[in-house]
């Protein structure tokens, strides 16, 4: 992954980590489990694209 992808990705992560974080309805305690499961779907996705682009599917 190049570094414009990195900072692609980090952006994504991040923009939804302030919806979440902004969002009204929503209490702290699911707040928190909701960024938690974003850094955790983050890093999934990355090992994903890693093991594509390892395999030759992604150049």
């Known amino acids: 992954m190049n570094e ?5 990705h980090e952006l994504i992560k991040n923009s939804l980590k302030l919806a979440v974080m ?3 309805t929503l209490t702290s ?3 928190q489990c909701a960024v938690d499961e974003i850094d955790k779907a983050a890093t999934k996705a990355d090992w994903i694209y ?3 682009k390892q395999c030759g599917y992604i150049k």
């Open 4 to 8: 414009q992808e990195k900072l692609q």
């Open 22 to 24: 902004t969002n009204p």
């Open 29 to 31: 305690y699911q707040k």
């Open 50 to 52: 890693e093991m594509m």
